[in-house]
């Protein structure tokens, strides 16, 4: 805990600002205090990237996860502003060191306090798994030792089921030495990746050593993949449990439950002399801010009901890192409509309904129709805007998200929930009938719809703009257009994108908006300078990932649901 600079506000919306909990990436941590005394932690994400697209979607991703997540071992989401800069958010504040802190300071822990700390983190896992969500990033600077019990902090890259993981381009999710093989490898997050940094941070517990050793994040994450971890001196049977944890075959891993039968605690973390010691090491928390500092203005901190979606930890002990979502009509939990006898996917809901055969007898009109090509609305790509204030289109950017069709689902959570109404469909536009697209394979063009059945003509006072993405599941070389020879990389970009289509514009405000894949789409570079055509399918055979983005502006789209199809040899 730091004191304030000279530079640092005093003030966060009601709040007034005591003291600095930590910084990171994505912004600023602060200790603030509520006008009725309340003490909270504040993160505020930094003015230099709140024009960044990615930042603001972790930042949304953050809140979301943080809404989604109530549990004794995570910090409540208590405020958060997100309409306009600064943005922020405000959870409850919890006194104490990180582990890695209070291991700086004391040492390794004694096995039997080990034992507790594992069986209480596994709990908490268990716990944040059953809200749909991995934690993606447990490490023993995002345990913070409580007095009350260990807290897991810092969700920013944490997903949901259906959610889009938000990572660097070339860069798996988590930190090297305590992420899983499986998603340095191959991207493939799920909740054995965290039983597998659970067992990499006890093994940091119990040794006071980085689990791989230390040097460059690649030499390290190799070490992971490919070599023991490191337990020696470690007691024999934490040493053996940790060592399942951490086994680099995700299936081989124990299940959360089997960790804490094997942990056999008899007694409450909280009772143990050692652990309340280094509880005991959280600083003293500052409770008046520096002098002549006025008291913040009397806002009301916001009712659940207005939080865009979120609640968790962060940065220094538990904050979300996400940020704003869009303004929209609705925001309720999200549950796809399905007609009968349509096809329902596992993670995500394949409407399919044909071009012209739609089964509420709506036909089968396509906004997409009266602008058929990405660019005829586009009165100036560089300038970004089409008809009527309209994105001209979505430029590419760093997207790791897959389909994989023998899971019938993407591997990572969307940013932004969708009308509880919406719908979409792939199809064959030459036999359109009703299919899986789990099970069939496509072979020259894919036919992509989207509609929000529920929709009403109020609706359409307000466009609310999709654009449609195609990948193909290799990295592809912008010369060949053909898969980047050597050796073959998953596609680490959001690929080839529609044209922006307001959802409830076009012909009516719950109409099919229609387009074609290759015909319809292309990749925008940064800026609109250049655009390159899409490849035909026959060009990269396999799973091809489909995305369905709100767009506000080029450069600034949030994925609301994610499909896929397969492209034949």
């Not at 530079?7 to 709040?15: E, F, N």
């Not at 889009?164 to 070339?170: C, D, I, M, S």
């Not at 002098?291 to 901190?301: C, S, T």
């Not at 993405?469 to 998953?490: M, Q």
Request: hydrophobic residues 35%; proline residues 10%; negative net charge.
């Amino acid at each position: 805990m730091d004191a304030l600079k000279d530079r640092d506000p005093a003030h966060i919306g009601s709040y007034t600002l005591l003291a600095r909990l930590g910084a990171g990436g994505m912004g600023q941590v602060y200790l603030g205090r509520s006008p009725g005394g309340r003490l909270v932690a504040l993160k505020v994400i930094r003015d230099e990237i709140t024009d960044h697209p990615e930042a603001l979607a972790r930042f949304r991703r953050e809140v979301e996860t943080a809404r989604a997540v109530r549990s004794a071992y995570t910090a409540n989401l208590i405020d958060a502003s997100l309409d306009a800069v600064p943005y922020w958010l405000a959870t409850e504040y919890v006194s104490g060191p990180t582990l890695s802190g209070a291991v700086a300071a004391r040492g390794p822990l004694p096995p039997e306090t080990c034992r507790g700390l594992f069986a209480a983190l596994a709990e908490g896992l268990a716990a944040v798994h059953e809200h749909g969500v991995t934690h993606r990033d447990l490490k023993p600077q995002n345990v913070i030792l409580a007095a009350q019990g260990p807290q897991l902090i810092d969700f920013g890259i944490a997903r949901g089921a259906g959610q889009t993981a938000l990572t660097e381009a070339g860069f798996a999710p988590g930190t090297p030495g305590f992420t899983a093989p499986e998603v340095l490898i191959r991207n493939d997050v799920g909740p054995a990746a965290d039983v597998f940094a659970l067992g990499a941070t006890l093994a940091y517990a119990a040794t006071g050593r980085p689990p791989f050793g230390m040097g460059e994040p690649a030499g390290v994450s190799y070490r992971a993949v490919h070599e023991r971890i490191d337990l020696a001196g470690v007691e024999p049977q934490l040493a053996q449990l940790v060592e399942a944890c951490v086994a680099k075959d995700p299936a081989a891993r124990p299940a959360l439950a089997e960790v804490i039968a094997r942990c056999g605690v008899r007694a409450a973390l909280v009772e143990d002399p050692f652990y309340g010691k280094l509880a005991e090491l959280g600083e003293a928390v500052p409770q008046t801010p520096p002098q002549g500092v006025p008291p913040a203005p009397a806002v009301p901190p916001m009712g659940s009901h207005e939080l865009p979606t979120a609640s968790a930890p962060s940065a220094y002990g538990y904050t979300p890192t996400q940020l704003s979502q869009p303004t929209r009509r609705r925001t309720r939990p999200w549950t796809v409509a399905v007609a009968v006898g349509l096809v329902v996917g596992v993670g995500v809901a394949f409407v399919l309904i044909p071009r012209g055969n739609d089964k509420d007898g709506d036909g089968g009109d396509s906004s997409a129709s009266a602008d058929k090509s990405p660019t005829s609305a586009a009165s100036s790509p560089s300038s970004g805007s089409g008809k009527g204030g309209a994105p001209a289109y979505a430029e590419d950017k760093p997207d790791r998200n897959l389909w994989d069709s023998a899971k019938g689902q993407c591997n990572l959570p969307y940013e932004e929930r969708p009308s509880e109404s919406f719908l979409h469909s792939i199809a064959d536009p030459d036999d359109p009938g009703p299919k899986d697209p789990a099970t069939v394979t496509f072979n020259d063009k894919v036919q992509i719809g989207v509609a929000d059945k529920a929709a009403t003509a109020e609706d359409s006072k307000e466009p609310y703009y999709v654009a449609i993405s195609v990948k193909p599941p290799h990295d592809i070389d912008p010369d060949t257009g053909k898969p980047v020879e050597g050796l073959l990389s998953a596609n680490p970009n959001v690929g080839y994108t529609s044209k922006p289509v307001d959802l409830y514009g076009g012909a009516g405000p719950n109409k099919w908006k229609f387009v074609t894949y290759p015909d319809d789409f292309r990749t925008w570079l940064v800026g609109g300078r250049k655009s390159s055509p899409a490849i035909p399918l026959t060009s990269d055979p396999g799973d091809w990932t489909v995305q369905f983005h709100h767009v506000q502006a080029p450069n600034d789209y949030s994925s609301i649901l994610c499909a896929g199809f397969t492209a034949a040899n």
